[in-house]
């Protein structure tokens, strides 16, 4: 992680230099924190995902990194990861500001959300275990342990 004074430093020469700065932004504060508590709830598995990295995470950093880049004229970010709405919105209201602001996500951010991801992880952790039972008792002879 990268304090944000070194990150406005930086901002500072890229846009002296005509750079692009590539941000992977979240609230590690929070992030932390969340990871913690469902380490300790037993809830570890990819369907708490959304859990850990929400929106509330992604909301602050992206505004803080976004208000950092307003404050240096001519700062121009890429925003990895994009997962949830109110990065989008940030995005556009930068956007909308003028500031030469850009993001992406990822594909499992588009065919998950936190509603779905319960049901579908389920199945498809299922599908992915069976497959690699059959694979390895292919390759290896018979497993002794599956999980």
Do not use: C
Not at 101 to 110: A, K, M, R, S, V
């Amino acid at each position: 992680m990268i304090d944000f004074g070194d990150i406005w430093e930086a901002f500072q020469v890229l846009a002296k230099e005509g750079g692009l700065g590539v941000i992977h932004a979240e609230d590690n504060d929070i992030v932390m924190h969340m990871y913690a508590k469902l380490i300790r709830e037993g809830r570890v598995g990819f369907e708490y995902l959304a859990e850990v990295h929400n929106q509330l995470s992604e909301d602050l950093s992206f505004r803080r990194i976004l208000r950092l880049a307003q404050s240096v004229p001519g700062t121009a970010l890429y925003m990895m990861h994009v997962s949830a709405g109110t990065g989008v919105a940030a995005i556009a209201e930068a956007r909308s500001k003028g500031l030469p602001i850009y993001g992406e996500t990822l594909h499992q951010y588009l065919l998950y959300s936190q509603t779905t991801t319960n049901d579908r992880t389920a199945k498809s952790t299922t599908r992915i275990r069976r497959s690699n039972r059959r694979r390895t008792r292919r390759r290896y002879g018979t497993v002794l342990r599956t999980t």
